[in-house]
């Protein structure tokens, strides 16, 4: 039986062990919830997953969306994009946050998978490290949705605001989140879950309306009111 954690500074520290069996609790309620969850954002290949991924940061992938079919249609490639002048890819993506940067970072992007991969989006995380806009996010991202690939997990502010609610880590960034999620998860656990609690995030944790009392995680979680 997984023990309830008190929000309040009096309860008892939660074990690890205690915390590691809270972990796969949720894992399994969200596996039930969201049994085929799967990337939002709209792709046909490694290459426009990518550019997609790097398109939505600090954006939503709905925003993405509406403007990935014009520039997919006229820069599908590397090679295209490579070519591409920033300011007309700027035109096309300019509804979406700090779109001059995202767009000096698509054209390089594309460079560098044309010059240092031979046109084809590498499948190795130090690799997709190394494109321009491409952080550890992005490529976990790639890795499972373009390759099949399970590295690690994507921490977007859905899997840090939910990590912390959850009191899985009280860590104040996405890479140090996410080594407190991998610690705390079983690697068959990892590959599902930034779909699975983005969806969540979106749909019952939400930041500034979070719905508790049509929570299912609600007996698992040390900030809900049920605890309070």
């Not at 130090?126 to 550890?136: A, I, K, M, S, Y």
């Not at 991202?141 to 009191?167: M, P, Q, S, W, Y």
């Not at 960034?173 to 983005?198: F, M």
Request: net charge neutral.
């Amino acid at each position: 039986m997984i023990p309830l954690i008190g929000a309040t500074s009096g309860m008892a520290k939660e074990s690890k062990k205690a915390k590691r069996e809270r972990a796969l609790a949720v894992a399994a309620r969200m596996n039930e919830r969201y049994p085929q969850a799967e990337c939002a954002l709209h792709f046909h290949d490694p290459f426009t997953l990518t550019i997609a991924v790097l398109l939505s940061a600090q954006t939503t992938d709905v925003a993405v969306n509406k403007v990935t079919p014009e520039l997919f249609g006229r820069w599908p490639d590397p090679a295209a994009m490579a070519e591409a002048d920033p300011l007309a890819i700027e035109e096309v993506i300019r509804s979406i946050g700090f779109y001059r940067v995202k767009a000096r970072n698509c054209v390089a992007c594309a460079q560098m998978i044309l010059a240092d991969y031979g046109g084809e989006v590498p499948a190795r995380m130090e690799d997709l490290q190394r494109l321009p806009g491409v952080g550890r996010k992005t490529a976990n991202i790639v890795l499972n949705n373009a390759f099949g690939i399970v590295e690690g997990i994507a921490v977007d502010t859905h899997v840090l605001r939910i990590a912390h609610a959850l009191r899985f880590s009280d860590a104040d960034t996405p890479s140090k989140v996410e080594q407190d999620l991998l610690d705390l998860y079983p690697r068959a656990c990892w590959g599902p879950i930034n779909h699975q609690w983005v969806l969540f995030g979106r749909e019952v944790c939400i930041a500034r309306r979070p719905k508790c009392g049509e929570c299912p995680l609600s007996d698992l979680c040390p900030i809900s009111p049920l605890h309070c």
